[in-house]
Structures are given as C-alpha cells and as structure tokens.
C-alpha cells in the first residue's frame, strides 16, 4: 500500500511537512488518498454506458479556531505539498501560540474487507450479469417494456496525518446493483427501481436470489403503479413502512441534527440538548460502526473512530452528530462524523446510518387503527430548509388506508411538513425496525457521501399530503 501512496513522496517527508504546515495551529491534517471507480448501465438490451476512472491526490487542513483554510492537489508530492501549506498559513494570521487539540483515539477495529471488488471480476462477467438481469426481468412479465439494470463499485485508499506524527489508514470497498423496469398496460406507462449493495465485494451482488429479488421488488412496484388512482390532498394519518422510509428521517430531522448548524444556532434543535423535541418512545441513533453497511466507517476522514451515538433517546434531545472542529467549539466530545467526498474537500459534521429505533407495536395493527389515510412504502426526491425544518417529499409507491385495510395504489402524493412538529405527532412505532438496502447517498455543501437509512413502521397523525385527486 505504501508503494501506492508514496510512488513520489518519502513517507518521512510527509510527516516533516505536515509538522511544519500545521505549527502553530490548533487542528488539521494531510489527507491522502487513492480511489478507484466503475460503473456499467445496461439499457434497452445493450450495453448503455461502460466507465472507470482513478484518481490520487491529497487535502492539507489546517484550523484555528473557527477559521479553516484547505488546500488540495491531484498528486501526492513534496512540492505539491509545499504549495499547499503557503496557502493554508494565511489562517495563522492571528492566531499565534494556540495549543494543538488532542488527536483522535485510536482503533485496529476493520467493519469491511480490504479487497478490492473492481479487479476480483473480470469484465465479461459483470456485463453478463447485467444481460442476465434484463433477459430475467424482461420473461417475468409481457407488460415490461424497458428494463435498465446498473452495477457500480469503488476502492478507497485513505491516510490521515496529523502534526504529532500520528497516522490512521482506511481501506474501503463500496458496491451497488439496481433494477429500473417499465411497464405498461392500455397506453399507460409506470416505472419502478430496486437496488442493494454495502461495503463489500462484487460476489454477494452475483448471488442469483439478491438480484432476482431486486427484480421482483422493482417490477411489482411499476405494476402496483400501473393500477394507481390519483391520490387525495389535504390532512390525515400517514403510515410509513420500515426502511427506505427512513430517508425521510434522514432529510427532515437527520440534517438539523447535525453539529455544524447547531453551533451556529440555524437549526431547528439548535440550544435543545435535554428537551423534548419527539414524542415518548422516538429514539434515533447514528451508527457509523454498523458491519458492511454502506454509511458504515472504521474511521471517519478525520481519523476518529466511528461511534454509535443516541441523538435522541425516548423523544429527548441528548447531542449531536459531531466532527472535531464543531465538538471542540462546543465543548463536546467528536462523534466520528467528520466526512469529507475526496481528498478535494474539507470534512464536516454528516450522517453515516442514521436510523429510528424499534417500538413494540405490531405493524398489522399499527395499519389496522386508521380509518383512512395514506401507506408510505418509498419514496423519490424530497426538499428540506435545515433552519425551519419544513419538507417535501414525493411518495414513489404509496397506497390509500381505508377501514385499517391498504386500498388503491395512489400516484403523485407528497408528504409535506416540518421536521420537529412532524416527530411529535409520531403515535405508533412498529416492532419492524428495518435498515435499507444500501443504495443511499447523501448531499450536503456540494458534497456526496454514501449513507444508510432506516426505521420501523410508523404512524404520524394529521400530516399534509398533497395530492392530484
């Protein structure tokens, strides 16, 4: 792995210059990093689309109190890196004789393999799956009538040096598979996708029941569409199904949980710590150190291992997602959600698997107790203010409730609300905790990472749906 990292540079080097560039600062670091990447699509029955891509480079941080500057190149190199901290030294204008923070603990603790999923299957094979998924999915049904299936993997290298000489590496695979399918009947055409991957190797995405699987959920999604009636607007109860469902969590209340923008206080739960901000028996943890998953990491992109922290336990506030910068400032431990997309940008406070504990309700009977309403299953895109906590979100596959029974599927419905006022009108949490599939990517600052969602089945009283009926 050396030989990778420092093809041009003397691993002695990098410390004595990261020693130097971060003198007189009070946090920072040099990030290296070498990445690779694919991706096929299969469309129409043809290859659609074949890429890979590499890239090296690193990222020199350098912090002073609530000031950073950063500084990247495409190449890991003794004068690369030189330039590189003539241009963080501005930060130190005025911020003479800070102490240096404490570094992260650290951690021998490994969540995934270190194997590279790219080079393990030839690329026959891989386009041969993708041919075997659309043949597969085109015999299930004679309503299918465009099938797209998608593979994509990717190898990281990472390597965190600090100014006291301390170095934590990462190794981190990254693979997903998707199913997109087209149906259509009497003229009308509808559209359903399912997808699964994590921190693992392509072999378990080949396992002939996980993508027969992410057929039949992608296809009976566009068939439930198929017969869909226009969905209804106003204020009623909305059940939300476990798993994907999450993402709504994730977007509406995930974000403002955030330490960035609650030291800044632009959060709707910022200054809350120990209040009630949830309905009794709401519990939301974010787990970074979850085995495979895709939001999971041995270490986030700061060094600090990745914790399992209870944002709010029983509907009170207990903290927030933590990088070390925010923590520092205020006065809290860093929760390892320092993350950052490459070595091109600078870390901040994000999720890894953020996700609502289970209840005790069984979810039959969660469904059984609304007279009428809306059933969630999945959803598409979705809009959040972060400050006010307002959301929208479009339903991907929703049903009517009618007498505690699931009625007509419903097109075009969206859940519109407000984070905070929606946890508070949480009445039912199912025993059904379940986390999604692995396909969740998550936008901040211009900034994606992967991340994992999750929840049990809920039941949210008087939340706006809007509708087309």
Known sequence: MDSL????????????????????????????QIATSESFAFDDGRLKSASFDQSKGFGLRGV?????????????????????????AVVKAGHGGIAPAQGPQGTNRRLYTDADP??????????????????????????????????????SLIEIIRADGVKVRDIRPLVRVNVGI??????????????FGGRILYDRLFEEAGWNRA????????????????APAGEMPVVLGPGWPGILLHEAVGHGLEGDFNRKGTSAFSGRVGQRVASPGVTVIDDGTLQDRRGSLSIDDEGTPTERTVLIEDGILRGYMQDRMNARLMGVAPTGNGRRESFRHPPMPRMTNTFMAGGGE????????VKKGIYARSFGGGQVDIVSGKFVFSCTEAYLI??????????????????PDVMKRIVAIGNDMALDEGIGTCGKG???????????????????????G
Request: hydrophobic fraction near 45%; proline fraction near 5%.
């Open 5 to 32: 990292l420092y093809a041009e540079l003397d691993p002695h080097a990098a410390e004595r210059l990261t020693k130097q560039a971060l003198d007189g600062l009070e946090d920072g670091e040099l990030f290296l």
């Open 64 to 88: 002073a109190g609530d000031v950073s500057a950063y500084a990247h190149a495409n190449e890991i190199s003794e004068a690369a890196i030189r330039r590189a901290a003539e241009t963080i």
């Open 118 to 155: 790219l080079s393990a299957v030839p690329f026959a094979r891989k386009i041969a799956l993708l041919q075997t998924i659309d043949a597969a999915a085109r015999a299930r049904d004679p309503r299918v009538v465009q099938v797209t299936a998608s593979l994509a993997a990717s190898w």
């Open 182 to 195: 087209v149906a259509e009947q009497d003229g009308r055409r509808e559209s359903g996708s399912w997808g």
């Open 215 to 230: 057929i039949d959920l992608a296809l009976g999604q566009a068939l439930t569409n198929l017969e869909s009636v226009p």
């Open 362 to 369: 069984d979810p039959g009977e969660i469904l059984r107790g």
């Open 402 to 419: 009618e007498d505690g029974k699931l009625g007509a599927p419903v097109k075009g419905a969206t859940l519109i609300g407000n984070g």
């Open 446 to 468: 211009g900034q994606s990472v992967p991340a994992g969602v999750g929840q049990p089945t809920l039941l949210i009283e008087g939340l706006t749906v809007g509708g087309t």
